[in-house]
């Protein structure tokens, strides 16, 4: 089963923010969620997607975290000097299907996701059973997997290429696992079948959470034995964490998942990904916050070697 060596002592607990901000913070949340389906249902169909967004948006600003988006494909033309304009959203045509594809690290992940663009996601099947996020899973026609069955793996993955051949835009954690956000585990390649099946382009990207500082935050990591309950109240004592989706070029799938997986790999966590991740990191060097395509990403940590499960799950 999925399993990854990060608990409570990876996670950054120090409360910041006070008793009324926090307040202030739990009633914002509850006037979104409350009023998500009643505005839901009010909005013509055509405008729903836009709808999304702007609520996961609301739901990040309520726990006191906000969006970062760094295009990794914008890139100065050698002949006149321009950028070309950043993308805002997944993939290059609005009208085409995609496979997202992200590491995976707490409950925020899938917010910070849709906050970007709404897309249809792969989660653990209870998710929809979960206070807060269960209205939203649903709302967002989440693709239920369990990961005591991998039986259902192959209807999991028509799932998949069918709302990908539909022109939709699916999400993935290939890791099976959350991790506190500076270890990371194997990504597995089941899943990718999907855009092989249906020929779809797989956008990967990175996706951390900094401090004020710019330096890696773990205050979202849903790990070890965290309960919904302490996770939410330790964000909401947080300030000033941001979550930096990094897009980095599309990988077309061609005709190897496991070769498919590998360059996605590569392409989200660097030179690294010549070994299988797993480990806890004790210490980790870090470099400058990525903040624009020309800056260097951090440094990411080395960490032991072990194989990981492949179906998704906490």
């Given amino acids: 089963m999925p399993s990854s060596p990060c608990g409570p002592e990876c996670v950054d607990t120090t409360a910041e923010a006070g008793d009324l901000r926090v307040a202030a913070r739990v009633l914002g949340l509850a006037g979104v969620v409350a009023s998500f389906p009643l505005v839901h249902f009010a909005t013509p169909r055509r405008r729903r997607a836009a709808l999304h967004a702007r609520y996961a948006r609301a739901l ?6 906000r969006v970062r988006i760094v295009d990794n494909m914008v890139a100065a033309d050698p002949a006149s000097g321009e950028k070309p304009k950043a993308r805002s959203g997944f993939g290059e045509s ?7 594809v992200a590491g995976h690290i707490g409950w925020t992940d899938v917010i910070a996701l849709s906050a970007v663009e709404p897309l249809g996601f ?8 979960w206070p807060v996020l269960g209205a939203v899973a649903r709302k967002v026609r989440v693709i239920p997997i369990e990961r005591e069955r991998l039986r259902q793996l192959p209807a999991v993955v028509r799932q998949i290429a069918t709302r990908l051949s539909a022109g939709e835009r699916v999400a993935i954690f290939p890791e099976g696992t959350t991790w506190c956000g500076r270890g990371y585990g194997r990504m597995r390649p089941a899943l990718f079948q999907a855009a092989i099946d249906t020929g779809t382009p797989v956008q990967p990207l990175q996706l951390r959470y900094v401090d004020r500082h710019g330096e890696l935050s773990t205050v979202p990591g849903f790990v070890g034995n965290d309960s919904m309950a302490d996770s939410i109240g330790r964000i909401l004592r947080s300030k000033g964490v941001v979550a930096e989706i990094v897009l980095q070029p599309l990988e077309q799938p061609g005709t190897d998942r ?6 996605c790999e590569r392409a989200v966590r660097g030179d690294s990904t010549n070994r ?7 210490r ?5 916050t990525v903040t624009d395509a020309t800056r260097s990403p951090a440094r ?14 906490k």
């Fill in 60 to 65: 990040l600003a309520c726990c006191g975290i």
């Fill in 94 to 100: 609005a009208n085409a299907g995609v496979l997202v």
């Fill in 122 to 129: 792969v989660a653990r099947a209870d998710l929809i059973d």
């Fill in 258 to 263: 496991h070769e498919l997986a590998r360059r």
């Fill in 276 to 282: 299988a991740f797993a480990g806890l990191v004790h």
């Fill in 284 to 288: 980790l060097e870090q470099g400058p």
């Fill in 300 to 313: 990411q940590p080395e960490v032991a070697e072990t194989p990981i499960a492949m179906a998704e799950a």
